[in-house]
């Protein structure tokens, strides 16, 4: 009996016991922590007037001219914030303006030579680490979180990296998860995309 105990006990915490938050914009800044953005979106801390208790005060809405499918993105650097032996999905919240909304591509790096760092050439593509691809359409209303299971990413540069997804810290040398990209793509080939993006996290 006191061994069914303990097994109920140990799967509550693996159910409830590990999620990071990396940011839920509350401090009604994108700075810190900090996220690098690229090209041509246009991220911009806002209040929830709606005054929904998931979104809290703040999330942050993005803004983006589209030229052949492609806005731009915004990412961070996670590999000393975030376990991966622990998580195994990433989740966040997403507001949609209904079918052409447009789509969120989420990619992934994972250390792959333990150094902790992503290396990358002169035209940002990386030199010894995987890289991890999630793509999904925003077609609906309102709220919605997404959560992404790590087994629906796919390996995007077969060849670097071990083509193997190994985002945990394995013997304290690897980094795991390293860091990831949030990428806004349109609904059309031209045009622009307008979303919102909250409660970004680890789980
Ligand atoms: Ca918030
Ligand atoms: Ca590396
Ligand atoms: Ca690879
Ligand atoms: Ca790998």
Same mark, same amino acid.
């Given at each position: 009996?006191?061994?069914?105990?303990? @097994? =109920?006990?140990?799967? /509550?915490?693996?159910?409830?016991?590990?999620?990071?938050?990396? +940011? +839920? #914009? *509350? $401090?009604?800044?994108?700075?810190?922590?900090?996220?690098?953005?690229?090209?041509?979106? *246009?991220?911009?801390?806002?209040?929830?007037?709606?005054?929904?208790?998931?979104?809290?005060?703040?999330?942050?809405?993005?803004?983006?001219?589209?030229?052949?499918?492609?806005?731009?993105?915004?990412?961070?650097?996670?590999?000393?914030?975030?376990? @991966?032996?622990?998580?195994?999905?990433?989740? =966040? $919240?997403?507001?949609?303006?209904?079918? +052409? !909304?447009?789509?969120?591509?989420?990619?992934?790096?994972?250390?792959?030579?333990?150094?902790? *760092? @992503? *290396?990358?050439?002169?035209?940002?593509? =990386?030199?010894?680490?995987?890289? #991890?691809?999630?793509?999904?359409?925003?077609?609906?209303?309102?709220?919605?979180?997404?959560?992404?299971?790590? !087994?629906? /990413?796919?390996?995007?540069?077969?060849?670097?990296? $071990?083509?193997? #997804?190994?985002?945990?810290?394995?013997?304290?040398?690897?980094?795991?998860?390293?860091?990831?990209?949030?990428? #806004?793509?349109? !609904?059309? !080939?031209?045009?622009?995309?307008?979303?919102?993006?909250?409660?970004?996290?680890?789980?």
């Amino acid at each position: 009996m006191k061994r069914f105990i303990l @097994c =109920l006990v140990a799967v /509550f915490l693996a159910g409830n016991g590990y999620a990071v938050v990396v +940011d +839920d #914009f *509350e $401090d009604g800044d994108y700075s810190n922590p900090e996220w690098w953005v690229f090209d041509k979106i *246009e991220p911009r801390v806002v209040k929830n007037e709606a005054g929904d208790k998931r979104r809290g005060k703040y999330f942050l809405e993005i803004t983006g001219d589209v030229q052949g499918w492609y806005s731009g993105g915004m990412g961070m650097y996670v590999a000393d914030k975030v376990d @991966c032996a622990a998580a195994g999905s990433m989740l =966040l $919240d997403v507001y949609g303006y209904g079918k +052409d !909304s447009g789509q969120i591509k989420i990619e992934i790096v994972d250390d792959d030579n333990f150094n902790w *760092e @992503c *290396e990358q050439d002169d035209n940002y593509k =990386l030199v010894n680490d995987d890289q #991890f691809v999630y793509q999904f359409p925003v077609n609906w209303e309102g709220w919605k979180t997404v959560e992404i299971p790590f !087994s629906k /990413f796919k390996d995007s540069n077969p060849g670097i990296g $071990d083509d193997e #997804f190994n985002p945990e810290k394995a013997d304290g040398s690897s980094g795991g998860l390293l860091q990831f990209n949030i990428i #806004f793509i349109g !609904s059309k !080939s031209s045009g622009n995309v307008r979303l919102k993006i909250d409660n970004i996290a680890f789980e």
